[in-house]
């Protein structure tokens, strides 16, 4: 089974909308970590926001913030305000367990901001 | 600036020669992760490292090898036994393992 499900290829925006990528992920853990990744057509992978398994609050930073549905095993990150330059691709990971050194990365979603 | 370099960010081999790709850090992270990305795919761990002289390998290590010598430095060869080597190689770094991953630029490796 995928430990990291992204059901949405691709995904527009109006600028200056709210927009809500969908992750869901598989784990028997009790201790793992969720993460959003944002890549542009550079290449690079720009973290953006982590929520801990623990973690009562939806971890927010700026317009970035995580819908964490625990018994759901969601993870959904929700962009306000959308900006041309946040045209990109976006891509879900999980830790599992506390130290663990791998990241179990989803298979992205490509979001475009429409002017 | 801290940050992440990979070097060179393009490069090209012809098949059956070992190419190196070169990861350094200034973040005084402990841990240092190499991945790969095909097309359309997410990223898959191929070699790790908590701290120097040690490493470990990640889901698909097999035609890869890779040291660390220094903390700052972790380089990624790609040898001639790895089958489809084609791909973009991102390096990444923490704090300590278990922590949030940094990425440098990647390389993009095309065999001829």
């Known amino acids: 089974a995928q430990k990291i499900t992204q059901t949405q290829p691709g995904m527009f925006v109006q600028e200056k909308e709210a927009v809500t990528l969908d992750c869901t992920y598989d784990?028997?853990?009790?201790?793992?970590?969720l993460f959003w990744y944002k890549q542009p057509s550079s290449g690079e992978m720009i973290f953006l926001i982590y929520?801990?398994?623990?973690?009562?609050q939806n971890a927010t930073e700026g317009r970035y913030s995580l819908n964490f549905q625990k018994a759901r095993k969601s993870a959904n990150l929700v962009i306000s305000a959308s900006q041309l330059g946040d045209s990109a691709m976006y891509f879900c990971?999980?830790?599992?367990?506390?130290?663990?050194?791998?990241?179990?990365f989803g298979t992205g979603t490509r979001l475009t901001v429409i002017p | 600036d801290g940050g992440i370099t990979q070097s060179p960010k393009y490069l090209f081999r012809k098949e059956g020669q070992n190419v190196t790709l070169s990861c350094e850090q200034n973040?005084?992270?402990?841990?240092m992760y190499w991945y790969r990305q095909d097309p359309g795919q997410g990223l898959r761990l191929i070699y790790y490292?908590?701290?120097?002289?040690?490493?470990q390998k990640g889901d698909i290590a097999e035609g890869y090898s890779v040291s660390r010598e220094k903390k700052e430095s972790f380089p990624l060869t790609v040898t001639s036994a790895q089958k489809n080597p084609t791909a973009f190689y991102l390096c990444?770094?923490?704090?300590?393992?278990?922590?949030?991953?940094?990425f440098g630029p990647g390389t993009r490796l095309t065999v001829l």
């Open positions: 990971a999980m830790r599992e367990g506390a130290g663990a050194n791998n990241l179990f």
């Open positions: 490292s908590q701290i120097v002289n040690d490493f």
């Open positions: 990444a770094s923490s704090i300590v393992r278990g922590d949030t991953q940094y």
């Open positions: 784990t028997s853990d009790q201790s793992y970590g």
């Open positions: 929520q801990g398994s623990y973690d009562e």
């Open positions: 973040l005084n992270h402990d841990a």
